[in-house]
Every structure is written in structure tokens, then in C-alpha cells.
């Protein structure tokens, strides 16, 4: 029952780049934990990492999941969705020239996500009413920050027990984020979601996270509860607009 | 003062769909105008409309005193009209420069050294320039969105469309795509900026309009509107 996500001293980039020095970070059942830093510092390296969308150079990234420890940097990405792990990617990364409805059910390919299909489109529906609204309607057509709905929504459709969310509320008018935040929140009350969760939004964020990690050039350079991060100078600085 | 842009009862239909109905606003020489709504409600359909992406099926769009809503959007970039776009849309194999380039040279019609010197002119504004020599596609979110407001400047436009050029950036980010915006501002350039984040908003508008289901629900103030109740209904969520 238990899942654990373990990223140990890992190093990677791209080319010469190199991305991320030595990052370590675990998290837990149920746990929700928000990766901050501004853009270009490596969150999103690290959660490719993790979805084996880039191999780190060195270091390890495991999850244990249903009573067996996975070696992630092994497995190839379909795998690892496989095993219930899923991903929003910044910038939404739709399908197009496909439905809403086709998106949301490409979402469900895992075999393990296609037995639930009905639960989780409900969900998603009642989630975000406009994507029911829109179900037959192309991806593409729709607005940005419906798009980003459904990029969300796609993510819920594979029935995860660990969501990486990349940048969840970019392009969302305010009443969207906070209830998108509140979604996601809904899901770890619900489902018991395990969430890493890269934000700009320093307060949303910090509404549902347990803990949180601050990535600055590629090091972890703070992590502590959600305390410890509202007083810490550099989330004043960065995102408080205070520093 | 005659407006510099004038957006007269302009529709616009997707299918069955309205994603306009008869909006109308004026934009006076050297605004800062901001557009806000919920997601869906048309803003960047009717920026679309006046840069030429798409064509609106009634109404009419002046610019300078011309109408333009059946021009090219090329033609209209050449008038004066220029925009970023909400996911930036580099020439991905280009380098950062070549990227300016190229409305210095079709747009402004500057010849090579000109257009040289320009392009490294406003890459040294938006504190691009060590990245000059880059390949676009090795940019930094936060770079591409510099690069895409720098192109659109690269064109000398009049009036600046700024389409969520701060989506995704952190505090200290949206402080400095700001204080670009504001210099632009400041050297004579009207500038429209469709941004979700709200102090952005509220520090940069002269005047705000809020878009709902494709109608104009509120224009006023920053401070007027988001005290008003409709806004705080249909985008706030207050």
C-alpha cells in the first residue's frame, strides 16, 4: 500500500546543460509537496527524470509501489505511467486535432485506468463542467486556460497514485486557480493522490502542500514544512515579492 | 484625441459557437489598457481579430483611421499593429537574433546592418542579449517569453499586443517583463496586455475592460473593477 518515491543525488541535462547538481528528494503516501524555484532552476528536468522522459547521468530515482521497489531510471516512460504515475507537462501538450472527450480517453490507455474509465470521466466532468460541455469539440479549438483544464483532466483519466504537475495554473483566470488547487486537493482527500507539484503561485500552492522543496540552479537549497517555507527569504524574495 | 484603435460591434462565430457578440472599445495614442475575463471569453479571439489571425464576420476595426479588418495580418504588422502570442512561437532552428530579424527586415524594412543593430538594441532592453547567439529552442520559458515580446518589437509597432506574456513566471519575473512593458510604454507605444495575473494587471492598466461569454461586462479603473460585483463573480471568485 505504501508508496514511496525516492530521487537520490541525481545529475542531468541536456547536451552541455547541465540541469540538475546532485538533487535529492522523497516523498510519501498521501503527501502533497511543491517543488518552488523560478523558471530555468530545474523543476521540470526533475520531473522528467522521474516520468524517464530524461536519464539522469547519475544518482537513482525509485518508487516503491504495490510492495515492489521500481528502478525508474530503467524503465521507459510507458512503464512508468504503468505503474501509475502521470504527468501534467507545461504547456499543455494536447492532441489537438482530437475531441475533448478523445484526449480524456487517450488519458485512460493504462490497462489499469481503462476499468474506471466511467468514474474518472465523471469526475473530471464534474471537475471542469466546461470540458463536459465541450467533449466533442477539437482541443485545439479551445481557449488556453480551457486547454490547461484539460491537460489536468487528461492526467486525472490514467487513475495515478502519484500526479507531477507541472505549473498547474498558468493561463487560468483567478477563480480557475483556486478551484483547480482545490481539485487536486480534493483528490488526495478522496483517493489518497500522492502530488508533486511544480507552482508559480506561492499561495496556492502552500493552500494544500504538506512540504516543499525550493530548487535554485539545479540544488535544493531549502525544504521544510509549509511553515518554514513561509518564512523562508528566499520564497520572500522570489515569489512574496517582499525580499 | 482620436482613438488609436477602434473596435466597432465586432462578431466573431466558431460554428454554433459566439465567441464575440458586437464588442466595442477604443483605445486612445499611448494607453495602457488592460483586457481580463474568464478563460473562454473571447479575449484572445478579439486580439485575433485585430491582428489579422482571424477575420471578424461584422463589425468594423480601425487603426489610425483606417479600416484594417480586411487587411492581411502581415499588412497589418506593417501599419503598426504587433503581438505576442500566449505559447511562444519561435522560429525554433533560428537563433535569438535571427529571430528579430526577421520582421526588422520584412516588417520595418530596415537593411542588414540596421536591422543588425535594432535587433541588438531591444535584445539588450529585454536583457537578451548574451543570449543572441542561442538557438531558440535552447531558451528558458522566461526567455522565450522575452523573445516573443521582442520580436513583436522588432516589427516598430504602434500599438503592442501582449497576449499572457507572464503566465507561468514567478514574482520577480512578472516584476521584469513589466518594467519592459513600461519602458515600451513610456517611449510612445500603446500597448494592450491580456494577463491572468491580477496585481500585473492592476499595476500596469490605465483602464481595464472585462470580457464575459464574448460580451464587454465592466470597463473602468483597475480599482472600479475588481470592486465590481459581475467581475468578481464571472473571474475573481471573490
Excluded at chain 1, 15 to 35: F, K, N, W, Y
Excluded at chain 2, 33 to 42: A, D, Q
Excluded at chain 2, 73 to 97: C, D, E, K, N
Aim: glycine content about 10%.
Amino acid at each position: 500500500m505504501a508508496l514511496e518515491l525516492s530521487v537520490k543525488g541525481i545529475e542531468a541535462g541536456y547536451a552541455a546543460v547541465r540541469a540538475l547538481h546532485g538533487v535529492s528528494l522523497d516523498i510519501g503516501q498521501g503527501e502533497t509537496v511543491a517543488l518552488l524555484g523560478t523558471n530555468g532552476n530545474g523543476k521540470s528536468t526533475l520531473m522528467k527524470c522521474v516520468m524517464g522522459m530524461v536519464r539522469p547521468t547519475k544518482g537513482s530515482v525509485t518508487l516503491a509501489i504495490d510492495g515492489k521497489t521500481h528502478d525508474l531510471t530503467r524503465l521507459s516512460t510507458e512503464e512508468i505511467v504503468n505503474l501509475g504515475v502521470a504527468m501534467v507537462p507545461e504547456g499543455r501538450r494536447l492532441f489537438p486535432k482530437l475531441t475533448v472527450e478523445e484526449n480524456l480517453l487517450l488519458g485512460a490507455f493504462r490497462p489499469l485506468a481503462r476499468t474506471e474509465i466511467s468514474r474518472n470521466l465523471a469526475f473530471c466532468f464534474e471537475a471542469f463542467p466546461v470540458l463536459a460541455e465541450r467533449r466533442r469539440q477539437l482541443a485545439g479549438s479551445m481557449s488556453g486556460g480551457q486547454q490547461q483544464m484539460l491537460a489536468i483532466a487528461r492526467a486525472l483519466m490514467s487513475a495515478p497514485k502519484l500526479l507531477l504537475v507541472d505549473e498547474p495554473s498558468v493561463g487560468l483566470a483567478p477563480i480557475l486557480v483556486s478551484h483547480t488547487i482545490t481539485k487536486i486537493k480534493e483528490l488526495k482527500d478522496q483517493y489518497g493522490l500522492t502530488v508533486l507539484m511544480a507552482e508559480q503561485n506561492f499561495h496556492q500552492a502552500i493552500r494544500i502542500a504538506d512540504r516543499g522543496y525550493i530548487i535554485v540552479h539545479g540544488e535544493i537549497v531549502f525544504e521544510g514544512d509549509v511553515k518554514a517555507l513561509e518564512q523562508n527569504e528566499l520564497v520572500r524574495s522570489y515569489y512574496l515579492g517582499t525580499g | 484625441m482620436a482613438a488609436l484603435l477602434e473596435v466597432k460591434n465586432v462578431s466573431k462565430h466558431f460554428g454554433g459557437f459566439t465567441a464575440l457578440s458586437a464588442v466595442s472599445l477604443e483605445i486612445a495614442p499611448g494607453e495602457r489598457f488592460g483586457l481580463i475575463g474568464p478563460n473562454g471569453s473571447g479575449k484572445t479571439t478579439l486580439i485575433n481579430c485585430v491582428s489579422g489571425a482571424l477575420r471578424n464576420e461584422s463589425g468594423s476595426i480601425v487603426f489610425d483611421g483606417e479600416e484594417v479588418s480586411r487587411l492581411a495580418a502581415y499588412q497589418r504588422t506593417r501599419r503598426g499593429i504587433a503581438r505576442s502570442f500566449q505559447v511562444p512561437r519561435p522560429f525554433h532552428s533560428m537563433t535569438v537574433l535571427e529571430n528579430l530579424l526577421v520582421p526588422s527586415a520584412y516588417v520595418a524594412h530596415l537593411k542588414d546592418h540596421e536591422a543588425r543593430d535594432q535587433a541588438m538594441e531591444i535584445l539588450k532592453r529585454m536583457g537578451l542579449a548574451q543570449k543572441a547567439g542561442a538557438q531558440a529552442n535552447q531558451l528558458s520559458q522566461v526567455e522565450l517569453r522575452k523573445l516573443e515580446l521582442a520580436r513583436a518589437m522588432a516589427a516598430r509597432p504602434r500599438l503592442l499586443i501582449s497576449d499572457e506574456a507572464m503566465a507561468g513566471l514567478s514574482g520577480g519575473e512578472v516584476d521584469e517583463v513589466l518594467a519592459i512593458l513600461f519602458k515600451l510604454n513610456d517611449q510612445g507605444i500603446t500597448i494592450i496586455m491580456i494577463e491572468h495575473i491580477m496585481q500585473a494587471v492592476m499595476r500596469f492598466s490605465q483602464r481595464v475592460v472585462c470580457l464575459d461569454a464574448g460580451k464587454i461586462i465592466c470597463e473602468g479603473t483597475p480599482a472600479s473593477i475588481v470592486q465590481n460585483p459581475d467581475v468578481q463573480k464571472a473571474y475573481l471568485g471573490a
